[in-house]
């Protein structure tokens, strides 16, 4: 599974971004599509995530200020964020969760993927 992630860049704090992300390649099915992030000097941080079945969960820190949603039909999932805030200034990582295909187009083993990172810088 490739991924691509478009929309970092610059805001000012208070302001609003969309990261999208989009899967391609070959494989079966995917199963959870999400977004981590990861500030200097800190680890990799689950940002939000959301489920074939649509079930989303948020970090509690974006939480009412984050939107995750995907689009299954084109593979993609996007991240709204909005009222922005410094410390969400980081890499953020999109990451698919899909099934290689199987015999008979089956699901087959779990295929894990990282798009290349996109960096939003919120300033004060």
């Known amino acids: 599974v490739q991924l691509q992630a478009f929309g970092g860049g610059l805001v000012q704090a208070g302001g609003s971004l969309r990261l999208s992300c989009v899967a391609s390649?070959?494989?079966?099915?995917?199963?959870?599509m999400a977004w981590y992030r990861q500030a200097p000097g800190k680890q990799r941080e689950l940002v939000a995530r959301?489920?074939?079945?649509?079930?989303?969960a948020y970090a509690d820190s974006v939480k009412d200020r984050f939107t995750i949603a995907r689009d299954s039909a084109k593979n993609t999932v996007n991240l709204y964020m909005n009222s922005l805030k410094p410390e969400d200034t980081a890499v953020y990582y999109c990451?698919?969760?899909?099934?290689?295909?199987?015999?008979?187009?089956?699901?087959?083993?779990?295929?894990?993927?990282w798009g290349q990172g996109t960096l939003v810088t919120v300033s004060s």
């Open positions: 990451y698919v969760g899909a099934f290689a295909v199987g015999k008979g187009w089956s699901p087959g083993r779990r295929l894990d993927s």
């Open positions: 390649g070959s494989f079966h099915s995917i199963n959870t």
């Open positions: 959301i489920a074939n079945e649509g079930n989303d």
